[in-house]
T-cell receptor, first 115, second 116 residues
Framework: AQTVTQSQPEMSVQEAETVTLSCTYDTSESDYYLFWYKQPPSRQMILVIRQEAYKQQNATENRFSVNFQKAAKSFSLKISDSQLGDAAMYFCAYRSALSGNKLVFGAGTILRVKS | KAGVTQTPRYLIKTRGQQVTLSCSPISGHRSVSWYQQTPGQGLQFLFEYFSETQRNKGNFPGRFSGRQFSNSRSEMNVSTLELGDSALYLC???????????????FGPGTRLTVL
């Protein structure tokens, strides 16, 4: 069974600074997808960024980028120029290419942004 | 386009009762997945429905069941409620396509179930 580990329960960053959230996963599969989701205090889960395992290039979405290391099974999220609105719980998630839309989530990292 | 809607948003039940939660996916989305979120266990996959068929199931007891209607709306039912069933129940819909698509899932706001 696949597992996702987020080793940082909580992180803090100063507004306008950069922060990196860590995620590792365990799988024996070669075809899968990785995601970072954001869950603000309002509870609506929002997709931040996704990475297809077959793509070597790291995904980027505006201020959000990932460092995908397939051999190391690592998938970290970098947030540049942090904003107050980035404060939320961030979840790393894995989806096998063979198991429909089942997402396996990590425990989450609470990100606090200080002004 | 309207997002994923879930009803009711809040629910209070007592042990032994049963409950039905509803999820309306984004128009055109045919896949609906359900997740349970608790402080202790985090986010756990319950099941996924696609074209009225359950195509994936998580490790939950048989008290948890679901179904999907022809219009893709989905319901999940929990019978004989236990205190440990108190959680935020999230549903997510996606547009299932063929090929190597990441099939982004869009989440609803959730139903907060409290079992007393």
């Amino acid at each position: 069974a696949q597992t996702v580990t987020q080793s940082q329960p909580e992180m803090s960053v100063q507004e306008a600074e950069t922060v990196t959230l860590s995620c590792t996963y365990d799988t024996s599969e070669s075809d899968y997808y990785l995601f970072w989701y954001k869950q603000p205090p309002s509870r609506q889960m929002i997709l931040v960024i996704r990475q297809e395992a077959y793509k070597q290039q790291n995904a980027t979405e505006n201020r959000f980028s990932v460092n995908f290391q397939k051999a190391a099974k690592s998938f970290s999220l970098k947030i540049s120029d942090s904003q107050l609105g980035d404060a939320a719980m961030y979840f790393c998630a894995y989806r096998s290419a063979l198991s429909g839309n089942k997402l396996v989530f990590g425990a989450g990292t609470i990100l606090r942004v200080k002004s | 386009k309207a997002g994923v809607t879930q009803t009711p948003r809040y629910l209070i039940k007592t042990r032994g009762q049963q409950v039905t939660l509803s999820c309306s996916p984004i128009s055109g989305h045919r896949s609906v997945s359900w997740y349970q979120q608790t402080p202790g266990q985090g986010l756990q996959f319950l099941f996924e429905y696609f074209s009225e068929t359950q195509r994936n199931k998580g490790n939950f007891p048989g008290r948890f069941s679901g179904r999907q209607f022809s219009n893709s709306r989905s319901e999940m039912n929990v019978s004989t409620l236990e205190l440990g069933d108190s959680a935020l129940y999230l549903c997510a819909s996606s547009l299932v396509t063929s090929g190597r698509e990441s099939n982004e899932q869009f989440f609803g706001p959730g139903t907060r179930l409290t079992v007393l």
